[in-house]
């Protein structure tokens, strides 16, 4: 991969790896304030974030490269993230199998759904956020075994295999989304539904129609999950 900047706040606690939104960059949750919405649970030990740069920009979000191209830039991607990234929150905890979470929001989630569905044995639950989970709309028509295999709802459909499955129900899940302005429920209740079909326990928290596909909402979303993940303050 390119140069890619890592931000990380707090001392102890849980670690979680943030991915950001559409084309943003690791400060983004710094920027929106979701940082500070999580202070209380960083300055006590309980959450210690990580926040890496996306792919989305230069890859599904980029109708100049061609998709096969769109699609290697995603495998780099997760590849990086757990050859370089997950080394380093193991080196800076301290803990030789931490399991992070990981989250996303938008299309962050997708980034973020992939990387933690192709690999629960080494990270510890996921926070996906308004997303959307089937990326075949971005690749124009194009679908190969490597689409297949980076695409959730299609591999998590046919998985069977009771290695993945049995850290996948041992994981902590929690699908958002709202159902206001440009949200797309429906794409995360699809998640839900295969997760179901696999007896994969987790979290749907659908909110309301006045939900927008906005900070604001993120932001009240996160201490609501994290009251309930953490503990209260």
């Known amino acids: 991969m390119a140069n890619m900047p890592l931000a990380t706040w ?22 929106f304030l979701m940082i500070d919405y999580m202070r209380g649970w960083i300055d006590a030990g ?5 926040s890496v740069n996306s792919v989305n920009q230069r890859s599904l979000l980029n109708s100049n490269t ?20 997950l080394p380093l929150i193991r080196q800076d905890t301290g803990d030789p199998n931490p399991l992070p979470m990981v989250m996303g929001i938008s299309l962050g989630a997708y980034l973020a759904a992939n ?7 080494v990270f510890g639950g996921a926070l996906l956020y308004s997303g959307t989970y089937d990326i ?26 009771e290695y ?3 850290h996948l129900r041992q994981r902590k899940i929690v699908l958002f989304t709202g159902q206001g302005d440009y949200e797309a429920p429906d794409r995360t209740r699809a998640l839900s539904n295969v997760l179901n079909a696999k007896g994969v326990n987790h979290w749907l928290d ?11 909402w993120w932001r009240k979303a ?12």
């Open 10 to 31: 707090g001392h102890a606690g849980v670690p979680l790896l943030m991915l950001p939104t559409a084309a943003a960059d690791y400060l983004e949750y710094e920027r």
């Open 46 to 50: 309980r959450v210690r974030v990580y």
């Open 66 to 85: 061609p998709p096969d191209a769109r699609i290697e830039l995603i495998k780099r991607y997760n590849s990086y993230l757990i050859e370089e990234v």
């Open 115 to 121: 990387l933690f569905f192709k690999h629960s044995d």
């Open 136 to 161: 075949r709309n971005y690749l124009d028509g194009y679908y190969t075994d490597d689409v297949y295999f980076n695409n959730p709802l299609d591999y998590l459909s046919n998985m069977n295999d």
């Open 164 to 166: 993945h499955l049995s």
């Open 206 to 216: 659908v909110w309301g129609h006045d939900v927008n596909h906005d900070w604001p």
């Open 222 to 233: 996160i201490v609501h999950h994290f009251n309930t993940l953490f503990g209260g303050l």
